[in-house]
């Protein structure tokens, strides 16, 4: 079991720049794949970036590629999200997820981006 708990969401304007966390506890945190998801409403969920078990290969959604960077401190059992140049398309709740989409899931964190 893996528990999963994000933070560091919030509004902020076009052009601006946030960072996501999310603390990992329970099974050894560096074993799994992570990654980010997001959901706009009305909206599907949406993969947005991953990361592999070192760190060392990454992937991102082509909407965010440039922009984000996506990395992890297996040290500290965290994963990281830094988000720069925000557009409002990327408002959204922000999730978490270890062991790929049939895996586990935090509770999400809302990002809100104003034009």
């Known amino acids: 079991q893996v528990k999963l708990v994000e933070s560091g969401g919030g509004l902020v304007q076009a052009g601006g720049s946030l960072r996501l966390s999310c603390a990992a506890s329970?099974?050894?945190?560096?074993?799994?794949?992570m990654g980010w998801f997001r959901q706009a409403p009305g909206k599907e969920r949406e993969f947005v970036a991953r990361s592999s078990r070192s760190g060392g290969s990454t992937a991102y959604a082509d909407s965010v590629k440039g922009r984000f960077t996506i990395s992890r401190d297996n040290a500290k059992n965290t994963l990281y999200l830094q988000m720069n140049s925000l557009k409002p398309d990327d408002t959204a709740v922000y999730y978490c997820n270890a062991d790929g989409i049939d895996g586990y899931w935090g509770q999400g964190t809302q990002v809100t981006v104003s034009s």
């Open positions: 329970g099974r050894t945190f560096s074993r799994y794949a």
